[in-house]
């Protein structure tokens, strides 16, 4: 089903979105301070919070249901409720985004990043379901060497916006500078879907897969919202108790650890969801999980172990030798890191089940009790506590996932709604 050509690909896109963010954190650590990385991580988890809505339910849902249609008029019909569906929801969250930006600045970067900053972070996230439209679709024909051109391009994104941050450009600048190549890049994209949804004999009927892909907007609500929104409470939180410098360094072990879950992540996504779609409910799909753990568990644990014996060479490496975290934050977080892939793992195999209603309640249990349980535990708040917390999270999401996996295959005419 997956050629070695796709999975170098895979690999490929992932390596080359991690390179591009890393290039930008390592000027803006040298160009600014830890402060700036982590404020600039917060105007990104706006960009998220409008772009995932769509890019968490929608599109996933489009690759899972791509990956299991038989006729290219079902691929067409698809493609077209997923592309409104998506940008309407992304739409409406931006617009959101936009008339809350006065109360969110002040709630969430204490008036460190202006009002009028969050109009643009939102048109990016909007412009951004455009491109991930089309990776979603390919994904779901396993056609990752597509993908892989697309990634270079939008690699692109992240090295100018690098230009201009070591040029010392103002973060109106840097935002502009991110608006201006998603909207070039997203418009040749629109005009490539138009005449590809305009090709061949025509679509099927659209209802029945756009009220297919309704069923996933929940789950993008829910990750898509709740993922980027606890961060910005996170990162809101720790710099009212702590500092934006400690929030800066817990960032820099955030991005360091990136470069396995994003990995983890990504071959989870580019390489198993199509596998997981096409196998569930046959007896196949046991072995692509047990296949899957194997591929992406073991080399991620380690990896996380050698990171964890070189953290102050790594840190300094990617930022500077400002940038410095105990071993115990560093050994609690790693475990928390390589908990919250196992439980990806259950978590992809619920969307192949078509189970939106459990991923959805177990969103809650990720990020978003993190983002709790640093409220309950706030007093004498340290990194270490911080990221014993983060640990105790995953640990719970990971439980549930587990649980609601099993529980679906036991149960295959229960919850599938």
């Not at 491109?131 to 391009?153: E, F």
């Not at 309950?376 to 983060?390: G, V």
Request: net charge positive; with cysteine; proline share 2%.
């Amino acid at each position: 089903m997956t050629s070695p050509q796709s999975i170098l690909a895979a690999f490929a896109i992932i390596l080359i979105d991690l390179f591009g963010r890393a290039v930008l954190d390592k000027v803006m650590a040298l160009a600014g301070d830890p402060a700036m990385v982590a404020l600039w991580a917060q105007l990104q988890s706006v960009v998220e919070l409008v772009s995932a809505v769509a890019l968490a339910g929608v599109l996933q849902g489009l690759t899972v249901l791509i990956a299991q249609a038989r006729d290219s008029r079902d691929e067409r019909s698809l493609l077209q409720s997923a592309l409104r569906l998506g940008m309407g929801t992304s739409l409406a969250v931006g617009l959101v985004v936009i008339l809350a930006a006065p109360a969110l600045t002040a709630w969430l970067t204490h008036g460190k990043i202006e009002a009028y900053l969050f109009f643009f972070a939102a048109c990016a996230g909007c412009i951004a379901v455009i491109p991930a439209t089309l990776n979603s679709y390919w994904l779901g024909k396993h056609q990752q060497q597509r993908m892989l051109g697309l990634a270079i391009l939008l690699g692109m994104v992240w090295l100018l916006v690098a230009v201009g941050a070591w040029m010392r450009l103002s973060m109106l600048g840097l935002v502009l500078v991110q608006c201006s190549m998603l909207l070039i890049i997203g418009g040749v994209i629109w005009r490539y879907l138009r005449n590809l949804l305009q090709a061949g004999d025509g679509r099927a009927d659209e209802s029945e897969y756009f009220q297919k892909l309704v069923k996933f907007i929940p789950v993008g609500l829910a990750i898509g919202l709740m993922s980027p929104l606890s961060m910005l409470l996170i990162r809101g939180m720790l710099s009212s108790i702590l500092s934006w410098h400690d929030v800066g360094f817990m960032q820099a072990l955030w991005r360091s650890t990136e470069w396995v879950t994003a990995t983890a992540a990504g071959i989870l996504l580019l390489v198993f969801l199509p596998r997981f779609s096409n196998t569930y409910g046959s007896t196949r799909f046991n072995g692509e999980l047990l296949r899957a753990a194997v591929v992406v568990l073991v080399p991620a644990a380690c990896l996380l172990l050698l990171i964890y014996f070189n953290q102050s060479i790594m840190l300094a490496a990617l930022y500077d030798a400002r940038f410095v975290v105990s071993n115990e934050t560093a050994a609690l977080f790693m475990l928390g890191c390589w908990i919250r892939i196992v439980s990806w793992l259950f978590l992809y195999g619920l969307f192949a089940a078509h189970r939106t209603w459990l991923i959805v309640a177990g969103e809650i249990l990720s990020l978003p009790l993190f983002a709790l349980l640093l409220w309950l535990f706030a007093e004498e708040m340290t990194l270490e506590r911080a990221a014993l917390l983060y640990l105790i999270s995953y640990l719970t999401y990971l439980s549930f996932n587990a649980s609601a996996l099993l529980y679906s295959s036991r149960n295959p005419a229960v919850g599938k709604r």
